[in-house]
């Protein structure tokens, strides 16, 4: 499956952003989708991550309650609805499928996409 995300940008800290994960080569479902990012200088960190019923998610400490993470199957599009930006949100994004369900727990993911840079203004 080949991913591109896409939707980042600049915001005021307290705005919102919606990214979104476009996937090619397969159909998502069954898929485990997920979000992360990486700022600058500091390590890859867990953002988001839902089965492919939708009926299960995982939200990284620092977001959870800001940020949703949703799917359209029929769309083959993956999303991440993030309010209340901060800047220590400011990373490029990237989303990530794999087709194990045990990979929400284990935050381990097979593809890989291209990121999106978000970057949140104090």
């Known amino acids: 499956v080949q991913l591109q995300a896409s939707g980042g940008g600049l915001v005021q800290a307290g705005g919102s952003l919606k990214l979104s994960c476009a996937a090619s080569?397969?159909?998502?479902?069954?898929?485990?989708m997920g979000w992360f990012r990486q700022a600058p200088g500091k390590e890859r960190e867990f953002v988001a991550a839902?089965?492919?019923?939708?009926?299960?998610?995982d939200y990284g400490d620092s977001v959870k309650g800001r940020f949703t993470i949703s799917r359209d199957n029929v769309k083959n599009t993956v999303y991440l609805q993030m309010n209340s930006l901060k800047p220590e949100d400011t990373a490029v994004y990237f989303c990530?499928?794999?087709?194990?369900?045990?990979?929400?727990?284990?935050?381990?993911?097979?593809?890989w996409g291209q990121g999106t840079q978000v970057t949140v203004s104090s």
């Open positions: 990530a499928a794999d087709p194990r369900s045990q990979a929400i727990r284990r935050r381990d993911f097979y593809s």
């Open positions: 080569g397969r159909r998502i479902i069954g898929l485990v």
């Open positions: 839902m089965s492919w019923t939708g009926d299960v998610t």
